[in-house]
């Protein structure tokens, strides 16, 4: 039994790079789509404004300037986030007034991809890449934070 157990667990670890990365193929029923060779690197600009008090903060992420993990880690939050499959520009719920507006701008080899989204209609699965981003923004705020 203990050996079954480790040809298993040998078996599964060759994967997890796939699983962590997204080198792999698409897990069955994901249709989002794939970043190919070419597409490689990218420019991201985040921006987050609104709230109450109103605050304006963001960043800007060229996967050229990162080491290879982060980068990886950068275009896996971006594949599995499903931006890149947003088919519309802006998507806004105009019922909560103070709620915060997230522009997104990703630029690749394929061409510039860019969303206006509040956080009334953002799907769960920005939330890590949002996190990530977050973490590296700063204050746009043209007289400092309010």
Do not use: W
């Amino acid at each position: 039994m203990r050996r079954e157990f480790i040809a298993v667990l040998m078996a599964t670890a060759s994967t997890l790079p796939v699983l962590f990365f997204g080198a792999g193929p698409a897990l069955a029923g994901d249709q989002r789509p794939r970043l190919t060779e070419e597409q490689a690197p990218m420019d991201i600009k985040f921006v987050r404004t609104g709230g109450y008090p109103y605050a304006k903060r963001g960043c800007r992420i060229d996967t050229r300037g990162l080491p290879e993990s982060e980068s990886r880690r950068l275009h896996y939050l971006i594949e599995t986030s499903g931006l890149l499959g947003v088919d519309k520009q802006q998507i806004f719920n105009q019922s909560f007034k103070h709620d915060y507006i997230y522009d997104f701008t990703v630029k690749t080899a394929a061409g510039t991809h860019k969303l206006s989204i509040d956080e009334a209609s953002m799907p769960v699965s920005f939330g890590p890449l949002v996190d990530y981003l977050e973490k590296r923004s700063f204050d746009l705020s043209p007289h400092g934070s309010p």
